[in-house]
């Protein structure tokens, strides 16, 4: 069983920038590609970051150019680095499998607001 624990969120001015990470443990050998989601509110939860175990990344068309995910297979962490927030990036990000196999953790919340 995979579990997820994610973190780093929090309130970030518009053009700011943070790191979410998510420490992965469990059957994790299985798992051929991360991702992180985000759900904002009444919206429904949306991937928009990729990668797999070879390290291909692919984005959402709203977020390219401007996050970049990335792992640290030694610590089993996916990051994911987002620049040049807007606040339409405001909402809950959670990591997982693509496509998700695991219980949702409680994920981080990210508000972009001035």
């Known amino acids: 069983q995979l579990q997820l624990v994610e973190s780093g969120g929090g309130l970030v001015q518009p053009g700011g920038s943070l790191r979410l990470s998510c420490a992965a443990s469990?059957?994790?050998?299985?798992?051929?590609?991360m991702g992180w989601y985000r759900q904002a509110p009444g919206k429904q939860r949306e991937l928009v970051a990729g990668?797999?175990?070879?390290?291909?990344?692919n984005y959402a068309d709203a977020v390219r150019g401007r996050f970049t995910i990335s792992t640290d297979n030694a610590k089993n962490t996916v990051y994911l680095q987002m620049n040049s927030l807007n606040a339409e990036d405001t909402a809950v990000y959670y990591c997982?499998?693509?496509?998700?196999?695991?219980?949702w953790g409680q994920g981080t919340q990210v508000t972009v607001s001035s």
């Open positions: 997982n499998a693509v496509p998700a196999v695991a219980s």
């Open positions: 469990g059957i994790i050998f299985s798992i051929t590609r």
């Open positions: 990668i797999t175990r070879g390290g291909t990344k």
